[in-house]
């Protein structure tokens, strides 16, 4: 039998390719797949991979998720396939071609569309799950709202977790938090969480009521009444107690013997109904299970349609026993729902390890599930840094004794253990106590741990018990066994679920030991070394296990330089300067070879037995220094302007230009065609609502659903709330209050009918109001009537200016580089930090002011922590931003907002516009009373890298150059606010 051994993902390769080709220009919105997918698929991912949407976020898909997403889309929705076949056939027929797989993808399993993404642990599955369940809700949605029947798309879902703690991570992201009531908090889910990420502003709402009333928890799917819709959640244990059944049959095989007398019970229960009894296959609650597990499998089956999320799918890969191949029970429960459905049953797998191990000694390998999608695996994921690194901690001790790692039995089956996994056990607690001072000395709150994973449960106790032997005390060390639950029943499983869960928050336990039970879905970030103590060499279990310590532990953005250094001393051989963001593996001899694959690509470390050198690197923590009072800096923030009431008065529609550029005749002429008009606000650019204009097919129901939309957009152009996101205005959502809607609304209609074409317009005459929706009409619309409303205002100044002061010393700390920062003096801290890359001028600057006498005080500000010193500006694309200054300077006379900028960017058109944006700011400042402003002038200064050294090498002072530097005021600018 020939095997596709070159090709191991040829759908997922050439389906990225596709896709890849499909999305270019995706980020500016001209990409070919705006045209091949529905509106609200084009709305969706305008929203997602937009740049303007984007850069409006302090957080989006990474690209694993984002080439997750469309691939996805392109298969289900641009490509339409009905199954995995007609997939191949379109994407990589040539594949179908490579040993058995034509017959493979042409199994009965496959008749329906199914999709399995390659994702590795930690890199974001369920914010994947989730932005396919929206994409997919919307969709239907929209089809039955237009009368549509969209066989794509469903409102019905299903989501398998593969056991109790996944299960609970599930229905926190769709429900929120449990509460001490038992109640959930939703704002604490995902969806309500990073609404801003999943939904546009305009569908949130719709999106949070449809997951609120109809998520399903898994006791009551089939019985909760839901509106249209669905989203069940469960464990896949659910789906496969069937499968206990027949094994217990299977122990107790009853083989017909004609020779001899049959057995009386062995006839009765052939014959007779079940009925209770004290057998555990007849007690009343196995007896229970199997008819609710009977039920709920009906209605399943019973729904016209359904998507099948299955987190951790390698769970339902195929066995194989004495040669025959068989299906795990929650997979023939999935062909049962499956039936009939046809291609209205979509199944989405979701795993970092979608195979199965086949073969043994030289002739092993792996055998991937033939729907795999996309390949984003654990060695993309490290580039990227999207998980911690891995390195191998060889201990000399572990390379020098020719020991025994699998637990030792004596004749009579007593286990102990062996030497070979204590030496383990001691070189991996050895590691986190080194983990656990170093880390403490930057951070507090942050708690290293162990895992410890055995072979079997009872050697797990006796690692428990060894451990304490060498100090720990008994609450570090946690227990936890696949059988756990079972074993401490519901209410003493309930705390120490809770215990697992917060395991990152607390100092204890500071050990986890294991069996199976945390192989998936132990979704903590503070596992720093593993100790694997498994026998087997089944790399599937291997990656499993790994895969526990992969999540990020030190997330904030002041880690992510040493953090890169790191993966570029491993790609280049060498020994990581810290232990920040590293999973240690105490090596066991059986996983050499797949560690060697790993290294070969310089994506595995190794770490020396050393214990001289400290994990946290060269990462020291910049302290307040203990008088730092007198070179703190009081920041001034304008509240609310004196001059702050504003009214409007009533718009003159008889005034307004009407629209001329063409003729109400050329105007029908354009509709018909098939043509996408997009929508634009009149001050930021931001493109909004697209309608595809195609004979009578609109995005709009009619005129006054037009209106409405149109009076928002207006109103929202002119608006100007302080943004979420660290970087750019979001998408605006709140209306421009100093003017009624309702006033607003009326006049747009009173212009529409009176003046906008010059002449008397009727909008419900002959369906004209479709002419409102195109382009140039719509732009006319909001232009004028932008700015209509701005020369309505009236201003009256009443009252006094508020201020309000932050101070950099809130800030207490910085976490910097030793290697990257220098001693100063004249700062609240101890060290300022310059960039490792290209931070030749600021670390000039920090030189030249602290040797400055006639600098006071200075400080280097930090984009992460001092986030609340933000100047607004406009992008030259016309979007709303924020950039932060480089230091902050104090002289005898002035203080300093300083800008360090190398020479050729100078002149760049966004520098020039922060240049006029902080003048405005800075002018706006010193209009205030001298007390309020430290008694000095603000000045803004932008310093370009020629002129920094010319006038440093010609002995001159520091102040003397930013007083020469200082930017002039520009008269009638609005630019330049402040951001609290």
Same mark, same amino acid.
Request: charged share 30%.
């Given at each position: 039998?020939?095997?596709?051994?070159?090709?191991p993902?040829?759908?997922?390769?050439?389906?990225?390719?596709?896709?890849?080709?499909?999305?270019?220009?995706?980020?500016?919105?001209?990409?070919?797949?705006?045209e091949?997918?529905?509106?609200?698929?084009?709305?969706?991912?305008?929203?997602?991979?937009?740049?303007?949407a984007?850069?409006?976020?302090?957080?989006n898909?990474?690209?694993?998720?984002?080439?997750?997403?469309?691939?996805?889309?392109?298969?289900?929705?641009?490509?339409?396939?009905?199954?995995?076949?007609?997939?191949?056939?379109?994407?990589?027929?040539?594949a179908l071609?490579?040993?058995?797989?034509?017959t493979?993808?042409?199994?009965?399993?496959?008749?329906?569309?199914?999709?399995?993404?390659?994702?590795?642990?930690?890199?974001?599955?369920?914010?994947? @799950?989730?932005?396919? @369940?929206?994409?997919?809700?919307l969709?239907?949605?929209?089809?039955?709202?237009?009368?549509?029947?969209?066989?794509?798309?469903?409102?019905?879902f299903?989501i398998?977790?593969?056991?109790?703690?996944v299960?609970?991570?599930?229905?926190?992201a769709?429900?929120?938090? #449990?509460?001490?009531?038992k109640?959930?908090?939703?704002?604490?889910?995902?969806i309500?969480?990073?609404?801003?990420?999943?939904?546009?502003?305009?569908?949130r709402?719709?999106?949070?009521?449809f997951v609120?009333?109809?998520?399903?928890?898994?006791?009551?799917?089939?019985?909760?009444?839901?509106?249209?819709?669905?989203?069940?959640?469960?464990?896949w244990h659910?789906?496969?107690?069937?499968?206990?059944?027949?094994?217990?049959?299977?122990?107790?095989?009853?083989?017909?013997?004609?020779?001899?007398?049959?057995?009386?019970?062995?006839?009765?229960?052939?014959?007779?109904?079940?009925?209770?009894?004290?057998?555990?296959?007849?007690?009343?609650?196995?007896?229970d299970?199997?008819?609710?597990?009977?039920?709920?499998?009906?209605?399943?089956?019973?729904l016209?349609?359904?998507?099948?999320?299955?987190?951790?799918?390698?769970?339902?890969?195929?066995?194989?026993?004495?040669?025959?191949?068989?299906?795990?029970?929650?997979?023939?429960?999935?062909?049962?729902?499956? #039936?009939?459905?046809g291609?209205?049953?979509?199944?989405?797998?979701?795993?970092?390890?979608?195979?199965?191990?086949?073969?043994?000694?030289?002739?092993?390998?792996?055998?991937?599930?033939?729907h795999?999608?996309?390949?984003?695996?654990?060695?993309?994921?490290?580039r990227?840094?999207?998980?911690?690194?891995?390195?191998?901690?060889?201990?000399?001790?572990?390379?020098?004794?020719p020991?025994?790692?699998?637990?030792?039995?004596?004749?009579?089956g007593?286990v102990t253990?062996?030497?070979?996994?204590?030496?383990?056990?001691?070189?991996?607690?050895q590691?986190l106590?080194?983990?656990?001072?170093?880390?403490?000395?930057?951070?507090?709150?942050r708690?290293?741990?162990?895992?410890?994973?055995?072979?079997?449960t009872?050697?797990?106790?006796?690692?428990?018990?060894?451990l304490?032997?060498?100090?720990?005390?008994?609450?570090?060390?946690?227990?936890?066994?696949?059988?756990?639950?079972?074993?401490?029943?519901?209410?003493?499983?309930?705390?120490?679920?809770q215990?697992?869960?917060?395991v990152?928050?607390?100092?204890?336990?500071?050990?986890?030991?294991?069996?199976?039970?945390?192989?998936?879905g132990?979704?903590?970030?503070?596992?720093?070394?593993?100790?694997?103590?498994?026998?087997?060499?089944?790399?599937?279990l291997?990656e499993?296990?790994?895969?526990?310590?992969?999540?990020?532990?030190?997330r904030?953005?002041?880690?992510?330089?040493?953090?890169?250094?790191?993966?570029?001393?491993?790609?280049?051989?060498?020994?990581p300067?810290?232990?920040?963001?590293?999973?240690s593996i105490?090596?066991?001899?059986a996983?050499?070879?797949?560690?060697?694959e790993?290294?070969?690509?310089?994506?595995?470390?190794?770490?020396?037995?050393?214990?001289?050198?400290?994990?946290?690197?060269?990462?020291?923590?910049?302290?307040?220094?203990?008088?730092?009072?007198?070179?703190?800096?009081?920041?001034?923030?304008?509240?609310?302007?004196?001059?702050?009431?504003?009214?409007?008065?009533?718009?003159?529609?008889?005034?307004?230009?009407?629209?001329r550029?063409?003729?109400?005749?050329?105007l029908?002429?354009?509709?018909?065609?098939?043509?996408?008009?997009?929508?634009?606000?009149?001050?930021?650019?931001t493109?909004?609502?697209?309608?595809?204009?195609?004979?009578?097919?609109?995005?709009?129901?009619?005129?006054?659903?037009?209106?409405?939309?149109?009076?928002?957009?207006v109103?929202?152009?002119?608006?100007h709330?302080?943004?979420?996101?660290n970087?750019?205005?979001?998408?605006?959502?709140?209306?421009y209050?100093?003017?009624?809607?309702?006033?607003?609304?009326?006049?747009?209609?009173?212009?529409?009918?009176?003046?906008?074409?010059?002449? @008397?317009?009727?909008?419900?005459?002959?369906?004209?109001w479709?002419?409102?929706?195109?382009q140039?009409v +719509?732009?006319h619309?909001?232009?004028?009537?932008?700015?209509?409303?701005?020369?309505?205002?009236?201003h009256t100044v009443?009252?006094?200016?508020?201020?309000?002061?932050?101070?950099l010393?809130?800030?207490?700390?910085?976490?910097?580089r030793?290697?990257?920062? +220098?001693?100063?003096?004249?700062?609240?801290?101890?060290?300022?930090?310059?960039?490792?890359?290209?931070?030749?001028?600021?670390r000039?600057?920090?030189?030249?002011a602290?040797?400055?006498?006639?600098?006071?005080?200075?400080?280097?500000?930090?984009?992460?922590?001092h986030?609340?010193?933000?100047?607004?500006y406009?992008?030259?694309?016309g979007?709303?931003?924020?950039?932060?200054?480089?230091? @902050?300077?104090?002289?005898?006379?002035?203080?300093?907002?300083?800008?360090?900028?190398?020479?050729?960017?100078?002149?760049?058109?966004?520098?020039?516009?922060?240049?006029?944006?902080?003048?405005?700011?800075?002018?706006?400042?010193?209009?205030?009373?001298?007390a309020?402003?430290?008694?000095?002038?603000?000045?803004?200064a932008?310093?370009?890298?020629?002129?920094?050294?010319?006038?440093?090498?010609?002995?001159?002072?520091?102040?003397?150059?930013?007083?020469f530097?200082?930017?002039?005021?520009?008269?009638?600018?609005?630019?330049?606010?402040?951001?609290?």
């Amino acid at each position: 039998m020939s095997h596709a051994v070159d090709q191991p993902l040829p759908l997922a390769n050439a389906l990225t390719r596709r896709t890849e080709q499909l999305c270019i220009g995706l980020e500016h919105g001209i990409a070919d797949i705006y045209e091949l997918v529905t509106p609200v698929t084009a709305e969706l991912l305008r929203w997602w991979f937009g740049d303007d949407a984007c850069q409006a976020r302090s957080f989006n898909f990474h690209p694993g998720q984002r080439q997750a997403i469309l691939n996805v889309i392109v298969a289900h929705e641009v490509l339409d396939s009905p199954n995995l076949k007609d997939l191949y056939t379109q994407v990589c027929a040539d594949a179908l071609l490579e040993g058995t797989r034509l017959t493979d993808v042409a199994q009965g399993k496959h008749g329906h569309p199914k999709y399995c993404l390659k994702m590795a642990t930690g890199t974001g599955k369920t914010w994947v @799950l989730q932005a396919l @369940l929206v994409w997919q809700l919307l969709n239907k949605t929209a089809a039955l709202d237009e009368g549509r029947d969209d066989p794509r798309f469903t409102r019905r879902f299903l989501i398998v977790a593969p056991g109790l703690i996944v299960y609970e991570r599930l229905l926190d992201a769709f429900l929120g938090k #449990e509460k001490e009531d038992k109640s959930r908090d939703f704002s604490s889910s995902d969806i309500a969480s990073y609404a801003e990420l999943f939904t546009p502003p305009a569908r949130r709402e719709r999106i949070a009521q449809f997951v609120r009333g109809n998520v399903c928890q898994k006791q009551e799917i089939g019985l909760k009444a839901t509106g249209n819709g669905m989203i069940a959640i469960t464990n896949w244990h659910l789906l496969s107690e069937a499968e206990e059944e027949e094994v217990e049959q299977d122990e107790t095989e009853w083989v017909d013997t004609p020779g001899m007398v049959a057995d009386a019970a062995r006839v009765a229960y052939d014959v007779l109904p079940l009925v209770p009894g004290r057998a555990a296959g007849n007690s009343l609650d196995v007896l229970d299970r199997r008819w609710a597990r009977g039920s709920i499998l009906s209605y399943l089956a019973d729904l016209p349609d359904l998507m099948v999320f299955n987190d951790e799918a390698h769970h339902i890969h195929e066995l194989k026993s004495g040669g025959e191949t068989t299906e795990v029970e929650w997979q023939k429960s999935l062909s049962i729902i499956a #039936e009939g459905k046809g291609r209205r049953f979509v199944q989405m797998d979701f795993s970092a390890t979608p195979y199965n191990d086949v073969g043994g000694g030289k002739h092993k390998r792996k055998v991937y599930f033939p729907h795999i999608v996309i390949d984003f695996d654990l060695k993309a994921a490290m580039r990227l840094g999207l998980v911690k690194s891995l390195v191998l901690d060889k201990r000399k001790e572990l390379g020098a004794l020719p020991l025994e790692f699998k637990a030792e039995r004596d004749a009579d089956g007593n286990v102990t253990l062996s030497e070979g996994q204590r030496v383990m056990l001691r070189a991996g607690l050895q590691k986190l106590r080194k983990l656990e001072a170093d880390f403490a000395r930057i951070d507090t709150a942050r708690h290293p741990k162990m895992l410890v994973v055995c072979e079997d449960t009872k050697v797990s106790p006796l690692v428990a018990e060894f451990l304490r032997d060498e100090g720990l005390h008994e609450e570090d060390v946690l227990t936890v066994d696949s059988g756990r639950k079972a074993e401490l029943g519901e209410k003493e499983w309930a705390p120490l679920r809770q215990r697992l869960f917060n395991v990152d928050k607390h100092a204890q336990p500071r050990v986890i030991v294991s069996v199976l039970m945390l192989r998936e879905g132990f979704d903590v970030n503070n596992i720093c070394v593993i100790v694997p103590l498994r026998s087997s060499q089944a790399q599937i279990l291997l990656e499993q296990t790994i895969g526990r310590g992969l999540r990020l532990m030190w997330r904030d953005p002041e880690y992510a330089d040493i953090k890169r250094e790191n993966r570029e001393r491993i790609n280049q051989g060498e020994e990581p300067g810290s232990l920040i963001d590293i999973l240690s593996i105490v090596e066991h001899p059986a996983f050499q070879s797949f560690y060697d694959e790993l290294m070969r690509e310089g994506l595995v470390g190794e770490t020396s037995d050393d214990d001289e050198g400290s994990s946290t690197g060269d990462l020291v923590a910049a302290e307040l220094r203990e008088d730092y009072e007198q070179y703190d800096f009081a920041i001034p923030f304008i509240l609310r302007e004196a001059e702050e009431n504003v009214e409007h008065m009533p718009i003159d529609v008889a005034a307004l230009p009407p629209f001329r550029e063409m003729s109400r005749a050329k105007l029908a002429e354009l509709l018909g065609k098939g043509d996408t008009f997009t929508s634009q606000d009149l001050q930021s650019s931001t493109l909004f609502g697209d309608y595809r204009v195609d004979g009578v097919a609109m995005n709009v129901s009619g005129y006054n659903e037009w209106l409405s939309r149109l009076t928002r957009r207006v109103s929202q152009a002119l608006n100007h709330p302080l943004p979420k996101g660290n970087k750019v205005s979001p998408h605006l959502d709140r209306p421009y209050l100093q003017m009624n809607t309702t006033a607003l609304a009326t006049a747009l209609d009173d212009y529409i009918r009176e003046r906008l074409f010059d002449e @008397l317009f009727e909008p419900f005459e002959d369906e004209g109001w479709r002419l409102l929706l195109l382009q140039p009409v +719509l732009d006319h619309i909001v232009k004028i009537f932008g700015l209509a409303l701005v020369r309505a205002e009236e201003h009256t100044v009443s009252g006094a200016t508020e201020v309000r002061h932050r101070r950099l010393s809130e800030v207490t700390k910085l976490m910097v580089r030793e290697s990257a920062s +220098l001693e100063v003096s004249k700062c609240i801290y101890t060290r300022l930090p310059y960039p490792t890359r290209s931070g030749g001028l600021e670390r000039a600057f920090i030189e030249w002011a602290q040797l400055d006498a006639d600098v006071e005080a200075f400080c280097k500000i930090s984009e992460n922590r001092h986030d609340f010193v933000r100047l607004r500006y406009v992008r030259d694309d016309g979007m709303p931003a924020f950039y932060i200054p480089d230091f @902050l300077v104090r002289t005898a006379d002035a203080i300093y907002l300083v800008e360090t900028k190398a020479q050729q960017q100078v002149s760049h058109p966004n520098v020039q516009r922060k240049l006029k944006a902080a003048t405005t700011w800075c002018e706006r400042i010193n209009s205030l009373e001298p007390a309020i402003r430290g008694e000095r002038p603000w000045h803004y200064a932008l310093v370009g890298e020629a002129l920094f050294h010319d006038w440093k090498q010609q002995g001159a002072r520091l102040a003397e150059l930013l007083a020469f530097s200082v930017a002039r005021p520009m008269t009638g600018g609005k630019q330049g606010r402040l951001d609290v």
